[in-house]
């Protein structure tokens, strides 16, 4: 047995410690979201505080995700979505309890001096003029947000060019952990806490995601050249669920609204990890535009292991595909994979016929969901041919994927 005794990278603000960002970060980013970013640029899931909220994912709380080409450029977000999806919560060690402690991002800032403290936070417009129409004051109209960290000082270049020369080190994309102060003339100093081969997830057999090879074109259900945003991901489908283009260009809007909602129901009719699920639909997931694709909500969806957003919805509409960017943050946490096919373009395939000529087993998940039949299928692996054990590998660094019956 060895025993690993490692000091804690940071900075002394009483009562506290902790460094001031820290956090995750890949010299491949596979998390592409935009065709303004360039994945061989690298990404960091970066946080405020201890990166134990970076490493781990916690349920009540957001990191900001950064594309190294284009720091600014988030996912697609409403207007209030800057504040819903900053880190609220921040760990820390504190001094004189010598002990690890969660506080909100409020009190640790308050703890920084001015410099660090105005580049790591921008002042909240909207919630100042929500202060001044309720007639109240609010001590500290800041939230977290990282901008002028990114404007201002050579974090971002420092980063880049340091996931670069790892990875021509290791003659593979890398996965580091790190650390980052700032100094009080503005500059950054970044401390690397870990750095290995970046390792894609694994689940059938302890394997790496290899795509497979030759397989019989009449085996495959589906095949994409991309876009795929998330995490390599080899594993078993256990159910799929299909929303029919060609009915679901037909109906209301309300009607749309509740293929949504049944869609919900079959997500929550196990507990969650029962099923590996599959979903796929025409458009844009998420979407507030119900003529533009599926108008669910992330809690309706969150227990699907991947989404796949087809480019059809009728005739003459080939809509614009979100890859997720309603709920970006909560994919990434998630770690969910999303994926897009393109029926009419070369290197992607859909078995639709695969898909509507299977039992539907709707009804025997959702008994009152009857009326929806036609519009949204669920199959089941192993309950009818060409259906056996299905098979999904995806390669976010190729951006290929494969779904196929062994």
Not at 182 to 202: A, F, S, Y
Not at 269 to 291: E, N
């Amino acid at each position: 047995m060895a025993l690993l005794v490692q000091r804690v990278s940071g900075t002394s603000h009483p009562p506290y410690f902790f460094p001031q960002m820290a956090g995750v970060g890949f010299s491949f980013n596979p998390y592409a979201w935009s065709e303004d970013i360039d994945p061989r640029a690298g990404v960091l899931r970066l946080v405020f505080g201890l990166g134990t909220r970076a490493v781990d994912r916690t349920e009540d709380d957001y990191t900001r995700l950064v594309a190294l080409n284009a720091p600014g450029k988030q996912p697609e977000q409403a207007e209030n979505d800057a504040r819903k999806y900053a880190q609220r919560r921040v760990d820390v060690i504190n001094m004189e309890e010598n002990s690890l402690r969660t506080h909100s991002t409020e009190e640790a800032l308050k703890a920084l001096p001015d410099q660090p403290r105005n580049l790591l936070a921008a002042y909240d417009e909207e919630l100042a003029r929500l202060a001044s129409r309720q007639q109240r004051h609010i001590a500290f109209p800041y939230m977290l947000s990282f901008d002028n960290v990114f404007k201002k000082t050579d974090f971002v270049g420092q980063m880049r060019d340091m996931l670069q020369t790892l990875e021509a080190a290791y003659d593979n994309p890398v996965d580091v952990e790190f650390t980052a102060n700032v100094t009080e003339n503005g500059n950054c100093l970044i401390d690397i806490v870990q750095c290995r081969p970046l390792q894609v997830k694994i689940d059938i057999d302890g394997s790496m995601v290899k795509l497979p090879e030759n397989v019989p074109p009449d085996q495959i259900m589906l095949e994409t050249s991309g876009p795929i945003i998330g995490q390599g991901l080899a594993t078993h489908i256990d159910r799929i669920i299909y929303v029919v283009p060609q009915v679901y260009a037909n109906m209301t809007v309300q009607q749309r609204y509740g293929v949504a909602r049944v869609i919900g129901k079959i997500t929550r009719a196990h507990p969650a990890g029962d099923k590996t699920i599959m979903l796929i639909a025409p458009g844009r997931l998420g979407t507030r535009s119900p003529s533009l694709g599926v108008p669910v909500s992330f809690s309706e969806i969150n227990r699907c292991s991947v989404l796949c957003e087809m480019a059809v919805m009728h005739e003459g509409l080939v809509p614009d595909l979100s890859l997720g960017t309603h709920f970006f943050n909560d994919l990434v946490e998630m770690e969910m994979l999303c994926l897009a096919v393109f029926p009419e373009k070369d290197g992607n395939v859909l078995r639709t016929d695969w898909l509507m000529d299977g039992p539907n087993a709707l009804t025997e998940i959702v008994p009152d969901a009857a009326e929806w039949q036609d519009s949204v299928r669920v199959l089941e692996a192993g309950r009818s041919t060409p259906f056996g054990q299905m098979c999904l590998r995806a390669d976010p660094l190729t951006q290929r994927a494969v779904c196929y019956t062994e």
